[in-house]
C-alpha cells in the first residue's frame, strides 16, 4: 500500500456531537474510528448517503471541525489537537476546501476579485494589491472564466451556478494547496455542468499533483473521477478499495445496495429503512439495523476488515466470519 | 427568473414587467421621502437662528394669541412666538435621537456579534446580561432616572434611554451572526485562513447592514417618542425648548379645552413626521442594501 508516503492520514479519529438538553445529554456520532490516507496526485471518493459522515470527514480534513478522538497526520507529521498560530496559517494554506453549495459558498457582499485577492494577500502568494489582481485573473483563466477581467468586479449573486462553482475552485487553487476536499461540488449544479467541473477538477489534479478527497453520494461520478473508493455509512468505513475492483465486486450489503439502486436492478431487495429510526448502535455494526443479512453477532460486536481481494477490504461480519 | 417564459400571456408579461419595475423603484422612493423628511428637519434644526421669525424664549408678545401673519403659529399664554419654538425645538429633537441611535447601536453590535462569534461561557453571559436589561422595564426606569437627577440634560437621557433599549437589537444581531456564521462562504474565509477580527468585520458585519442600520433608525423612533413623553411629563427639563416641552406647557395651560390647535398640533405633527421619516428610511434601506436588488453598474 505505501508506494509514497500518505498526504494526509486519518488514524482512527471519532468524531462524536453532544446534544445537552435539560438535564440529559445526546451523543451522535459522526465519525467511529475511521481510517483514510490519501496520496499526493490519488483521488479518494468518499461515498454515503446523507447523514453518514462524509461532510463531517472533510470538515475534519479541511481543519474546520477538530475530532472528539484519534490522530491526524498530515505530510508525516502528527497535527496537535489544537492547530494555531503559524501551523494553522501554514495548514490552511496547504489544505483546501470546495463546497457544495455555490450559492452560500462566496459572500454576496464581495465581489469575485476579492474573494480571489484574500487568500492571495493573507498567505501572501503575492506581495502587493497590483500583483494579487493579476494572479486573481490567471486563477479565474485556469478554471475556464474567460475573459477574466470581465469577472473580477461582478459580484457573486450576478453569476451562475456553473460559474460560481469555477469561481470557488479557482478560490481553492490561490494558496496553491497540496490536498483538496471537494465536498460534493458538482450536487447542486445542472446535470451537463457535472461533467464540465468534473473534468476541471481531474485536469487539476494531473496539473498540479493534487492529493483529494472527493465526497459524493453518487456511485457512477466516485467511478469517474477516484482512484480509490471508500463507501460510508453512518460514521464508519464499511468498504474500500480501488475504484473499478470494489465497484465490480461490491462486498458489503450496503454497497451492494448502493449498486443495485444505481442499476435499477431492484428484485430481492427489501425496502431500505430510513437512517433516521436506527438508534445509534453503540457496540455493534451501524448498519445492522437496515442488513439484510443480518446475524446476532452484528448487534453486539464490531466487525473487522477482511480482505475480499488485492486492493479491496470489507468491514462486515459476513467476511470476517467466514475467513 | 423566468420573466419571459414563451407560455406566459401577454397580460402576465405585463404584470410581472408593473411588479418587477415597483419592487425597484418603490423601496427607493420610501427611502426618498424618508430622507427628505429628515433633511428638512436637519436644515431646519441647522437654519434655526436665520429662519426663525423671533427668539423663542422672547415672552414680550401678546398673550395667547391664535395664528396672524405675524404669528403665523400663535404665541403661548406666556407670550413666546410658537413657530420659533417649533424650529428651534428641532435641535434637542433630533440631537436626542440620533445620539441615543448611534449609541444603542454600538452596544448592540459589539455585544451581539461578540455573543454570536464566542459560543459557550462568555456568549452565555452576555445573554444573561442582555436578558436581565431587556426585563427591565424601561419607560419606568428612565422616568425614575430622569426625576432623580433633576433638570436631566439631553445626552444623559440619551445615555438613559440607550442603556436600556440595546438588548433588542444585540439578541436579533446575536441570532444573525450564529445564522451567518454556519454559512458556507464564512467557512471558506475560515478555511483561506481570514482571523476572528476580519471574520466579524468583514464578512459578517456586512452583510447585516440593514439590520443594523433598522436598529439606528428604529431606536432613533423610540428615542424621538420617548424624549418628548418624558418632557410631556414635565421630565427632563422643560425649561429648555423642545417639542415635548412645547406640549407640556400647552398641556400645562388647557390648549385642548380652549381649542388652541396651533399650539399642540404642529409639535405632535413634528414628532409623527420625524417618526415616520426614520421609519420610511429604515423599509428603503432593507431593499437598498440587498444586494440582489442592486442594480448594475451603481
Redesign the interface.
Known sequence: MNRTQALIELQNVSKRYRRRTAGSTRDTYAMRSVNLAIRPGEVVALVGESGSGKSTTGAIIAGLEKPTSGTVVFAGDTLPSRLSGDQLKDYRRRVQIIFQDPFSSLNPVHTIGYHLMRPLLIHKVAASRAMALQAAEGLLEAVGLQPAANYLHKMPHQLSGGQRQRVGIARVLATNPELLVADEPTSMLDVSLRLDIMNLLLDLRDKRQLGMLYITHDLSGAHYMADRIMVMYRGMIVEEGLSGVLLSAPSHPYTQILMNALTRDITGMEDIPSPVDTQSAEQGCSFANRCPHRMAVCVSELPDWATVEEGHRVNCHLYSCSS | MSVASPSSTPAQGAFQKFRERNSRILPNIKARIGVGLLLVFVLLAVLAPVISPYSPTYTGFSLGASPSPAHLLGTTRSGQDILSQLIWGTRPSLDVSLTTGFITMLLAVAIGILAGLLEGIIDEILMLFTNIVLVLPSIVLVIVISSYISAASDVTISFIIALTSWPWGARVIRAQTLHLKS????????????NHFRIAFF?IL??M?SLVAANFFFTCLYAVVTVASLQFLGLGNINAISWGSILYWANNSNALMIGAWWWFLPPGLAIGLLGAAFALINFGIDELTN??L?R?GR
Open positions: 454559512k458556507d462562504f464564512v467557512k471558506a474565509a475560515i478555511a483561506s485562513g481570514e464578512e456586512p452583510n447592514f444586494p440582489r442592486r448594475e
